[in-house]
């Protein structure tokens, strides 16, 4: 067999492990949020009317308790008299958005959720490494047959791409599984995998003289880093923006909607307070995932920022001018706009928090845009996909 | 105002140092960092007849500085940039928006008056990044000369109350109240393990009166400085770009192999200066092609390699060989010699009806496709007599395979079997109208093409070395052999050198202001009642989010505390406990004697300790204004 068919292979095989990790995140994720919803259905037994509004209240009565007990747990004995103390200040801080507060993203066993399944954890984490390593080595492997770094097509961008937005996520994962992340990125994952395999796949061959330079390795892999740790900010902000909208019992499902109300009392068991989010209970504060997002997005916002600058030293070695808005230019632009946007909207009075979330959701999606679009749809001086 | 911020910034530092700057002025207020009161309201609608025309700028500039304005603007400018990769542009293809605007002829005149099709240098584009760069400006400038005042500042005095902060702590000691703090301050002042004379943290110890001693501390002024770099780096970017533009030419010769061009106007085939550039600065060099080398991959064809020799007489000077790649320009007379393109020029010689040679000499042909099937044009208007002009118009195939259906086609990029294929036209090639022609293209106004009898036009097919008379009596064309040429590229632009030093300047700065932790932290000793163990409590406080900041406050506490924290919360300020401050570790050693303090900082503070605490700080602050 070819060395460039093992790479391949192997990367299937990644995608395989990196399936069954999915599927054990998800077992988690699933009793989370069986525990979550089991309990307050028991706290829901004791009403005589389980009304709609009755039904959020109580959930949220249920996410005060569970906070309270959370607190306890994580002071630990030493300071177990201060227990209802510290929960009042943690409520204080939650309740004013803009306050700092210290995050506790790194966090102990101690906060691991309720109701987790130990084994489904330990499942997911040791595949998780087992494809981060296959995936690792078929990329090696890639390189090798090539005879060059293995970032100059779509296929190759996107193996790397999954390789360090698994790889952020293990780094995450390190000590506290958060299995909604879990889920969110390894659904990702295996997904660009397949597609890539399926769709993006090119012979490894070498390349055309304008990507023969070590550029190829700095500006491709740092934008290739970037993109994967944005991958995980961007996840990070979804549970934000899940979580806060649970903590602060906000759903558009509850208020009827003018003229399909119909639709929205089918979904009523979806709202976001209700029992089937009990999981989101278990995930870190809103407060503390928006820390989380912050400082992927800004690691990231770095990295972005080099791959502009690394592009343009490039450009104006391969092409003869350092910029030229060029369709990849441009999306590259505008998502660095947007991120830095984000970050101003972060020191800005009255747009953290939510709001703070939704500048990522565009900013991912002008990066998620810039990929695909620009690289299949759009002609450009980026048209090296190779398809 | 105790330190110049935008209008709506969010920060805690501002908040609390307007706090505590209002404590050093009047009595203290209760809670040091209460909630911040509300920012310097722009004036009311209302109020605004009473502030005149001076009172209306100085509204709309706070207005332009402000931090929602910023944001605005740039998530404008994201909005702005895109139409630039979805329409055709002028700036980059001028062929694609006529494509375009003939395509659409209702759509297409209004999204031209709107200039979608030269978005980047539109008044909109402009007006949005001008604005942007003013608003910048006005809101770093008076930043960078407060920070530039601070950088000798000292850290805020010491909250009266400690619980309301981020991060918490606190414990008892055996010590007493004086010992503890010239601990703590010794502690924060140890600077890095790995940079030992560089000082973390500034650090002031107080007598706050009545035994109790307190030490406030903080760090962190590269966070800012970074901030401000990274923003005046943007400005300088800005500046740098638009003088290139300036001051820039750019011009493009095609070569032919075993020819030259002399470093001069006239000898490009197009030339593009800025607004400034001054022709007569050109450097008078000379650089002619010597070969050129291609490779490409046996079985996709596709490119692999190209090299252009090429030799250099720079004036005064002797000639040197140079090579040119892709990825590799040439430095020439200050400008970059890119190799942009490619391709076979045949030697062609045609002799006219007379039998006199009317042209001799090497077309460059464009390739067209991967295998480099080349279309040229050939101009005779140097015939004898009256005899029509003569044009040839054709393809040149490098290595050319017969098609069953009688045609030609490449196979190869490579020149293994050329075959020139040529239509041939006569009368007038319109060389003297006055109107700039397109060499690769024959304008065929005047022509008329030559048919044989049964009235196909004729193809005439030649390799090299065949000589092949041409139709209706005009002569004979050879083709005897190839040369290649190289499409080269000139650049000059003097501020490439501006604009990457700031490019690294913003980086760097951007990475100091976002890494970069910026913290206080407060600690303070009150002697316990009737004679008990000395009550510590601490606090931090960070900019942004910070994970770092409980650790090292633990990490103080440890450090000066020893034996780890008394059972039980201290009775004058109950730590809050929440879930994100635990305690410091317990520790099995003995408490530590305090520390010796040997460093001239530590004798300062002690000095600076020896004021009253009641007599107001004269000490103008960072940015204090009176
Ligand atoms: C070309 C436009 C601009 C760009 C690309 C830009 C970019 C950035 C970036 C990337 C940061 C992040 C660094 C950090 O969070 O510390 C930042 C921070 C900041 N920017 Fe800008 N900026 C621009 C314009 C402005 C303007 C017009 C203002 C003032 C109104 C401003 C005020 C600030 C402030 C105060 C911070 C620091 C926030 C903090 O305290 O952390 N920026 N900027």
Same mark, same amino acid.
């Given at each position: ?387 | ?491 000059? @632009?003097? !501020? #490439?050198?501006? +604009? &990457?030093?700031?490019?690294?300047? =913003?980086?760097?700065?951007? /990475? *100091?202001?976002?890494? $970069? ?36 406050? @633990?990490? !103080? #506490?440890?450090? +000066? &505390?020893?034996?780890?924290?008394? =059972?039980?919360?201290?009775? /004058? *300020?109950?730590?809050? $406990? ?49």
């Amino acid at each position: 067999m070819s060395t460039g068919n093992l790479s391949t292979l192997l990367v299937w095989a990644a995608a395989t492990a990196f399936t069954i990790a999915l599927v054990a995140y998800a077992v988690d994720l699933a009793r989370i949020a069986d525990r979550a919803g089991r309990r307050s259905a028991v706290a829901a037994a004791g009403r005589a009317q389980v009304a709609d509004d009755a039904a959020v209240a109580d959930d949220r009565a249920d996410v005060e308790a569970q906070d309270r007990v959370a607190v306890g747990a994580g002071v630990g004995a030493s300071a177990a008299g201060a227990a209802s103390g510290g929960a009042r200040v943690a409520a204080d801080v939650g309740a004013r958005p803009g306050s700092p507060t210290t995050s506790a993203i790194a966090g102990s066993s101690a906060q691991a959720a309720a109701g987790r399944s130990a084994k489904a954890e330990g499942i997911a984490r040791s595949t998780t490494y087992l494809g981060i390593a296959l995936l690792l080595a078929g990329i090696v492997l890639r390189g090798v047959a090539a005879g060059r770094w293995p970032t100059a097509n779509m296929y190759e961008f996107t193996l790397v791409g999954v390789f360090v937005a698994t790889t952020a996520l293990a780094i995450v994962q390190r000590r506290r599984v958060i299995a909604f992340l879990g889920v969110v990125v390894m659904a990702f994952a295996v997904l660009a995998l397949v597609l890539a395999l399926n769709k993006l796949y090119v012979q490894a061959e070498a390349t055309q003289p304008a990507l023969k330079s070590y550029w190829l390795v700095i500006h491709v892999g740092v934008a290739i880093t970037a993109t994967g740790i944005f991958t995980v900010g961007f996840a990070a902000a979804v549970l934000q923006v899940m979580r806060d909208a649970r903590e602060t019992g906000r759903s558009h499902l509850v208020t009827p909607w003018r003229s399909v109300d119909g639709l929205r009392r089918a979904l009523t068991g979806w709202r976001i307070t209700g029992r089937r989010f009990g999981w989101l209970d278990q995930v870190p504060t809103a407060r503390d995932l928006e820390a989380l997002s912050f400082r992927l997005n800004a690691v990231g916002f770095v990295l972005w920022t080099f791959t502009l600058i690394a592009g343009s030293i490039w450009a104006e070695h391969a092409w003869g001018r350092y910029w030229g808005w060029d369709p990849k230019e441009i999306g590259t632009f505008v998502a660095w706009v947007v991120y830095a946007a984000y970050l101003h909207a972060r020191t800005t009075r009255g747009w953290t928090g939510r709001k703070a979330a939704y500048f990522v959701y565009v900013g991912y999606a002008v990066v998620l845009m810039n990929f695909t679009v620009i690289n299949l749809v759009v002609t450009g001086k980026h048209s090296y996909s190779g398809i | 105002m105790a330190r110049y911020r935008p209008e709506g910034l969010q920060d805690a530092f501002a908040e609390t140092d307007r706090t505590s700057a209002a404590q050093t002025e009047t009595v203290p207020p209760a809670d040091a960092t209460a909630a911040p009161s509300e920012p310097l309201a722009p004036s009311a609608p209302v109020a605004v007849p009473a502030i005149g025309f001076v009172g209306w700028l100085r509204w709309a500039w706070r207005q332009l500085t402000s931090m929602r304005v910023a944001l605005l603007l740039l998530m404008l400018l994201a909005v702005a940039a895109v139409p630039g990769a979805v329409l055709p542009q002028r700036a980059q293809d001028p062929a694609k928006v006529a494509t375009y605007l003939s395509n659409h002829p209702t759509s297409g005149p209004w999204l031209d008056r709107l200039q979608m099709f030269n978005v980047y240098s539109s008044f909109w584009f402009s007006a949005i990044y001008l604005l942007l760069f003013v608003s910048l400006v006005g809101c770093i400038l008076p930043r960078t000369k407060v920070h530039l005042g601070g950088v000798r500042g000292r850290p805020p005095r010491t909250p009266r109350r400690l619980d309301r902060f981020p991060a918490q702590g606190g414990g008892t000691s055996t010590e007493p109240p004086e010992q503890v703090a010239t601990a703590a301050a010794a502690h924060l002042r140890r600077g890095w393990a790995w940079l030992p004379f560089v000082r973390t943290y500034r650090v002031d110890v107080h007598d706050e009166g009545a035994g109790t001693w307190s030490v406030s501390a903080e760090r962190g002024y590269l966070r800012e400085t970074g901030n401000l770099l990274f923003h005046l780096a943007l400005v300088g970017l800005l500046v740098s770009i638009a003088s290139g533009q300036m001051l820039h030419y750019r011009g493009q010769a095609i070569v032919v192999q075993g020819h030259g061009f002399a470093n001069a106007v006239t000898e490009y085939d197009t030339f593009e200066q800025g607004t400034l550039f001054r022709a007569s600065t050109l450097v008078p060099f000379t650089l002619s092609l010597d070969g050129l080398d291609s490779r490409f991959d046996s079985t996709t064809l596709e490119a692999r390699d190209f090299t252009a020799h090429v030799t250099l007489t720079n004036p005064g000077a002797r000639p040197e060989q140079k090579t040119i790649k892709v990825n590799h320009p040439l430095d020439a007379g200050g400008a970059h010699v890119y190799l942009q393109g490619n391709g076979y020029a045949p030697q062609i010689d045609v002799t006219d009806a007379s039998g006199k040679l009317a042209f001799s000499g090497s077309v460059p042909f464009l390739p067209q496709d991967n295998v480099y099937t080349s279309k040229g044009v050939v101009k005779v208007p140097d015939v004898s007599g009256t005899q029509d002009q003569v044009g040839l118009v054709g393809f040149l195939l490098p290595t050319a395979q017969k098609l069953p259906i009688g045609a030609y086609r490449s196979i190869d990029p490579q020149p293994k079997d050329p075959l020139l294929v040529l239509s041939v036209w006569h009368g007038n090639l319109g060389l003297d109208t006055g109107v700039p022609q397109n060499v690769y293209e024959l304008d065929e106004a005047r022509m008329k093409q030559s048919v044989d009898a049964s009235g196909q036009p004729v193809t005439l097919y030649l390799k090299p070395g065949q000589t092949v008379q041409l139709p209706d009596g005009l002569g004979a064309v050879t083709f005897h052999g190839l040369d290649r040429y190289a499409a080269l590229d000139l650049r000059h @632009d003097p !501020t #490439l050198g501006w +604009v &990457l030093v700031f490019a690294i300047c =913003a980086l760097a700065g951007l /990475a *100091a202001s976002l890494f $970069a932790p910026r913290r206080r932290l407060f600690v303070r000793a009150v002697p316990g009642a009737d004679g008990g163990p000395t009550v510590v409590t601490a606090a931090g406080l960070a900019r942004g989010d910070d994970v770092g900041l409980q650790g090292e406050l @633990d990490r !103080t #506490l440890e450090a +000066v &505390l020893g034996q780890g924290p008394a =059972a039980g919360p201290p009775p /004058a *300020a109950p730590p809050a $406990a929440g879930r994100q401050t635990p305690q410091p570790a317990a520790r099995p050693a003995p408490a530590r004697a305090p520390r010796p303090v040997a460093r001239p900082g530590a004798r300062t503070a002690a000095r600076r300790d020896g004021r009253p605490d009641a007599a107001p700080d004269a000490r103008p602050r960072p940015g204090e204004r009176t």
